[in-house]
């Protein structure tokens, strides 16, 4: 497995013949082990290039020393494996969840955050090793390949970017083959062509029959969720603590972020919470039909909002609302490493200063619920809400307020008219009238 202590290893292949020939061009791919990435190895060498795998851990729960081995098998010099799981939450998916990011109110953003570290770990490999180029896996069609370019082009724009599935005008189905062909094992089969990513946030399934978007997700595209009905009959509850917007406990225990992030997808997962079904505009212009199953993220993301409606004002919130939708456009759109987000942040770390407190959720049969929620700081003060006992409102003042509120239209009406302009005299309709 990988070196659990953040860093990483690499393997060096095999060369036979003493000396290797002279390298002429050097880069490193990202490697995910499946079909996309374990033909690129092939093809890029056949392109001329000294091709050195890199795999990051994000949470995949793979075989990792088998990924390493067969990119040495089909034909890597050598092969990195590095953990990424805590840089990904920390830097990544905590400023994320602090900014309330949501793609179109579905989509968590889990292969959207992933993205950028990877491309920032491969360019610290590609300096290490000497190389002049980094390559991907990705189609021409979907959103990572831009996040790839993109953050290469902001953290090292001496880089070349090779995409190899870009140029080689194979479709899934020529893929299988040129693998079957070259003796290359790869999960993805053409009875199963599902195309899959997932890492600690979430995880997402498309291509199959999924391209219908009318038709129902099977069974088998789910495996961190449990199908709603054959959950358990009695909810679950959970309880997060956190800390200037960050979770740092759970029911009432301090936990980091791994076992956190683990353990809420465990539970999510049971109660069937998590899955999402979204038809979603793609950056390059196109929708596509994604499935997501993503407990831990729905399930913080919910606690984080409902505890900072207790504590933000009205005024901090709704705007709060505009930068969460243009961080979670920015970072879809692969402009992690961008002014714009790095100053958006600081207006993010600002409004977390009082996001402290707990939140409950109830969560039973595929859905979640927030049924609790408290802060040392909060807004809400039960002497001002409350209609009864201990009610400090000063309801007198309500009258000169609203005669102040309503000043503009009131005025509006009376000089313009607009109102006594209007036909309002078929409001009513047919009513019944009784008087004495």
């Not at 020939?21 to 190895?41: E, F, R, W």
């Not at 990195?80 to 900014?99: C, H, K, M, N, T």
């Not at 610290?124 to 002049?132: D, P």
Request: aromatic share 8%; glycine share 10%.
């Amino acid at each position: 497995m990988s070196n659990r202590g953040g860093g990483g290893r690499a393997l060096p292949g095999r060369r036979s013949g003493g000396s290797p020939p002279p390298v002429v061009k050097k880069l490193v791919l990202a490697y995910s082990g499946g079909l996309d990435t374990s033909v690129a190895i092939r093809w890029l060498k056949d392109k001329g290039w000294d091709v050195i795998a890199f795999t990051v851990d994000l949470g995949e729960k793979k075989d990792l020393d088998a990924i390493q081995a067969r990119a040495l098998k089909v034909g890597a010099s050598a092969a990195y494996v590095a953990d990424g799981r805590i840089p990904f939450l920390e830097l990544f998916v905590w400023p994320s969840l602090q900014a309330g990011a949501v793609y179109e109110k579905e989509y968590p953003l889990a292969t959207a955050l992933g993205r950028p570290l990877i491309a920032a770990m491969m360019i610290e490999v590609a300096r290490r090793e000497g190389a002049s180029a980094i390559a991907h896996g990705c189609t021409g069609k979907g959103n990572d390949q831009v996040r790839f370019d993109v953050t290469t082009a902001a953290l090292a724009p001496e880089l070349e970017v090779v995409a190899p599935v870009r140029e080689w005008g194979m479709n899934r189905d020529d893929e299988i083959e040129y693998a079957n062909k070259h003796g290359i094992e790869v999960p993805a089969t053409t009875r199963s062509p599902y195309s899959t990513d997932e890492n600690l946030w979430g995880r997402s399934i498309e291509a199959g029959v999924l391209e219908d978007p009318w038709a129902e997700p099977p069974a088998e595209v789910y495996t961190w969720t449990r199908d709603p009905r054959q959950c358990p009959d009695e909810p679950a509850y959970v309880e997060v603590g956190f800390k200037e917007g960050l979770p740092v406990s759970l029911d009432g225990k301090a936990i980091g972020a791994l076992d956190l992030v683990t353990a809420l997808n465990k539970i999510g997962g049971e109660s069937g919470v998590g899955r999402i079904d979204h038809i979603e505009n793609r950056l390059i212009g196109i929708k596509s039909r994604e499935i997501y199953e993503a407990p831990a993220a729905v399930l913080l993301l919910q606690a984080h909002q409902a505890l900072e409606d207790i504590t933000l004002p009205k005024e901090v919130a709704r705007f709060k609302d505009l930068v969460a939708q243009q961080w979670a456009q920015m970072v879809y759109d692969g402009l992690w490493f961008s002014p714009l987000r790095d100053a958006l942040y600081a207006f993010v770390v600002e409004t977390q200063r009082h996001v402290t407190g707990d939140v409950r959720l109830k969560l039973f049969k595929g859905s979640s619920h927030v049924v609790g929620r408290k802060s040392p700081i909060q807004l809400y003060q039960l002497s001002l809400a409350t209609y009864g006992k201990g009610d400090v409102f000063d309801q007198s003042a309500a009258a000169g307020f609203i005669k102040l509120w309503g000043m503009g239209v009131r005025t509006s009406a009376q000089v313009q008219g607009r109102l006594h302009g209007r036909d309002l005299g078929n409001l009513l309709g047919k009513v019944k009238r009784l008087g004495k």
